[in-house]
């Protein structure tokens, strides 16, 4: 048995979920490669954890390839893979232009689609864990947000054929799907005070989450313990994609 530090490489390393992730990874005895469009953020976060980065924008086909082979090639192997690239776009359809709509569908499905794509070719001989990000909005219908949904849907749906395609491969592919999260993308909600307590009372538990909700539930899928969890979908929310929002007591009452 290979009792060696498992090697994981993380894309969009450099925002709030992916940092996170890589992090808790390396704490636990991962050996992670931060990948992102940001050379100078994910050389920041690598060099902080003293580990490899890589400058990789996940929406082009040509510069994954490149990554994958550059991370293959540093250790050797790679064991497991989390796409946390992502973006936030509150728009009703009738309002979203066809370049906000490509922009969302390739920042959130065509990485997801280049990471299974990449990912699995470089595991095929070993086996290994993907981990995409879905989104609560993907179960739950939400006004405003008709493109990201149809995106995260797209994660989601995409997650399951691949655990299927790849199973006799030994790879697996799980998602997570967090709720609102308080991270630098969701700053134009949480630095506006109506905004950010009328989004805490739409998760039953009554606060938005943070990365730090998200990233154990993404090592757990990476690691053995999870060795027999594939094409699932991991609802981290606070209850907003499967409870009814909580009904706040008049004062007074």
Known sequence: MNTSPKVVLVLGANGGLGS?????????????VCA??????????????GTFAIACDATDFASMASCFETASIEFGRLDGVVNAVGSLHLK??????????????????????????????????????????????????????????????????????AAATYARYNIRVNCVAPGLM?????????????????SAQMHPLGRIGTPEDVAPAVEWL???????????????????ASLKARVMAKSGS
């Open 20 to 32: 996170a992730v890589c992090r808790l990874l390396s704490s636990s005895n991962y050996k992670v």
């Open 36 to 49: 992102g469009r940001n050379k100078e953020a994910v050389s920041e976060l690598a060099e902080e954890l």
């Open 92 to 161: 009703p359809a009738h309002t979203t232009t066809e370049e906000d709509w490509m922009k969302v569908i390739q920042t959130n499905l065509t990485s997801a689609f280049a990471c299974i794509k990449y990912g699995a070719k470089a595991m095929m001989a070993n086996g290994g864990s993907i981990v995409l990000v879905s989104s609560a909005a993907a179960f739950t219908g939400m006004p405003n947000h008709e493109a990201i949904a149809a995106a995260k849907g797209g994660v989601s749906s995409l997650s399951r054929a």
């Open 182 to 198: 308080d991270t630098n993308l969701t700053k134009v909600i949480t630095n506006n005070k109506a905004q950010l307590e009328a």
């Open 222 to 240: 990476l690691s053995e313990k999870s060795s027999w969890v594939t094409g699932e979908e991991v609802k981290i929310d606070g209850g907003l």
